[in-house]
């Protein structure tokens, strides 16, 4: 009679919980007040796209947006765009019309970044 030996081998969510544990959340940096040009974009009238300025539009790890100033902070949206003509860009989704958007030299500007606006 020949004999078996049986290995059982069971994925425990308790260990897969504890390899792909986050990291705990850093604490809010106080960051340098940036200041930059803001536009107000209105809203589309009937039949219309909305279009935002391209030089408010950014890429963040792959994802395509915008800084919205609001409540005196730059807050990253992430935006669908289409076409670009004439220095502006489409906006598909993402933003609604009445957004003032932060525009200019971006690369400092994180989300959360204190924003005094210049027009």
Same mark, same amino acid.
């Given at each position: 009679?020949?004999?078996?030996?049986?290995?059982?081998?069971?994925?425990?969510?308790?260990?897969?919980?504890?390899?792909?544990?986050?990291?705990?959340?850093?604490?809010? %940096?106080?960051?340098?007040?940036?200041?930059?040009?803001?536009?107000?974009?209105?809203?589309?009238?009937?039949?219309?796209?909305?279009?935002?300025?391209?030089?408010?539009?950014?890429?963040?790890?792959?994802?395509?947006?915008?800084?919205?100033?609001?409540?005196?902070?730059?807050?990253?949206?992430?935006?669908?765009?289409?076409?670009?003509?004439?220095?502006?860009?489409?906006?598909?989704?993402?933003?609604?019309?009445?957004?003032?958007?932060? %525009?200019?030299?971006?690369?400092?500007?994180?989300?959360?970044?204190?924003?005094?606006?210049?027009?």
């Amino acid at each position: 009679m020949s004999t078996a030996k049986l290995v059982w081998i069971a994925a425990s969510s308790a260990v897969i919980a504890a390899c792909h544990q986050a990291p705990a959340p850093t604490p809010d %940096v106080e960051r340098p007040t940036l200041e930059r040009r803001v536009v107000n974009i209105d809203s589309p009238k009937s039949g219309r796209l909305l279009s935002a300025p391209s030089e408010a539009l950014l890429t963040r790890a792959g994802v395509p947006g915008v800084f919205v100033y609001r409540q005196g902070r730059a807050r990253f949206q992430m935006v669908k765009t289409g076409r670009t003509a004439a220095g502006r860009v489409e906006i598909l989704s993402g933003l609604g019309g009445g957004e003032t958007l932060v %525009v200019g030299d971006l690369k400092a500007v994180r989300d959360g970044s204190p924003l005094t606006p210049i027009e």
